[in-house]
């Protein structure tokens, strides 16, 4: 049996400025020092692939770590546009896990919703009528 994905653990790609160049295995560094994060700095980009697990951490936290610790981000458009969507999902996603699970498995709540419901399967035939056709 396949273990189920852990919807929580996020991966992510860090784009850097380019300039200094050993930015990115630095900053790399500086974030496997953090609780719960990961980090490793590409080698053909300016770029750290960082994975972390929600709620416990989350892009914004691990972008305003960088920042304050003097890394530069990459603040082409493009890039600020990615970041802009993840920290939205992440932020839903967060939200989402506030709400309490509800017990959907249960076979009472498809019973009783059936027999509420209205639907096409009642035969109007009288009982004894149907059993003779």
Not at 13 to 20: D, F, G, T
Not at 22 to 45: F, I, K, P, R
Request: hydrophobic share 35%.
């Amino acid at each position: 049996m396949k273990p189920s994905p852990d919807h929580n653990a996020k991966h992510q790609l860090i784009q850097l400025y380019p300039l200094p160049c050993n930015q990115a295995a630095h900053a790399a560094v500086y974030l496997s020092t953090l609780d719960g994060v990961s980090a490793q700095a590409l080698s053909d980009a300016p770029c750290i692939s960082v994975h972390y697990r929600l709620p416990e951490c989350s892009l914004t936290q691990i972008e305003n770590h960088l920042k304050q610790a003097g890394f530069h981000l990459d603040e082409s458009i493009l890039s600020k546009i990615k970041r802009a969507l993840v920290h939205y999902c992440e932020d839903i996603a967060c939200s989402n896990l506030e709400i309490p699970e509800h017990n959907i498995k249960s076979r009472d709540v498809y019973v009783k919703v059936w027999d509420n419901h209205p639907h096409g399967d009642h035969d109007e035939t009288p009982e004894e009528l149907r059993r003779y056709l």
